[in-house]
Structure formats: structure tokens, C-alpha cells
């Protein structure tokens, strides 16, 4: 995890385009940084794919509804 402090302007200027990608301010900066160091939007892509996976995997709610749905599928399948 990062912190940076930007003005106002800057701050604005991340929303606005945040706002036109339809993603989050975070997602924006990250991938603003990542081609300002030129890594691959595939490298941002699978990061982010792990990240999610990452903090999903420690929820409990969303290990049962996995659960819940692998279940339901088993159940289809046997049909």
C-alpha cells in the first residue's frame, strides 16, 4: 500500500479521469504509474486478479457462497 498527497488540482484532474475510464481513482493512478515505469497492462491485469483473489479468499461469507455455488453446479450436473 501506497500513500501520496497531492493538490487539489491533481486530485480533481484523477477523479475527472477516473471518472471517463469508469474505474476507481485507484485504478487509474496505478495503471498512470505503471505506464509512466513501463510495465505491461498484462502485469496490472494479472496483479490485480491476484489481489482480488487474495482478499476474496480470506472472507468467510464469500468462501461459503463459492461453497454454496460449487454445490448447486455438483447437483445440476448429476441431473
Known amino acids: 500500500m501506497l500513500t ?3 493538490d487539489a488540482n491533481l486530485t480533481r484532474s484523477l477523479a475527472r479521469e477516473a471518472r471517463r ?3 476507481t ?3 487509474v493512478a ?3 504509474l505503471a505506464a509512466g515505469l513501463g510495465m505491461e497492462q498484462v502485469d496490472l491485469v494479472a496483479q490485480e486478479a491476484r489481489r482480488q483473489s ?3 479468499g480470506r472472507r468467510r461469507s464469500e468462501r461459503e457462497a ?3 455455488i460449487e454445490q ?3 447437483t445440476l450436473r448429476s441431473q
Open 4 to 6: 501520496i498527497r497531492m
Open 21 to 23: 475510464r469508469r474505474k
Open 25 to 27: 481513482k485507484s485504478e
Open 30 to 32: 496505478r495503471e498512470i
Open 54 to 56: 487474495l482478499l476474496v
Open 66 to 68: 463459492l461453497e454454496f
Open 72 to 74: 448447486a453446479a455438483d
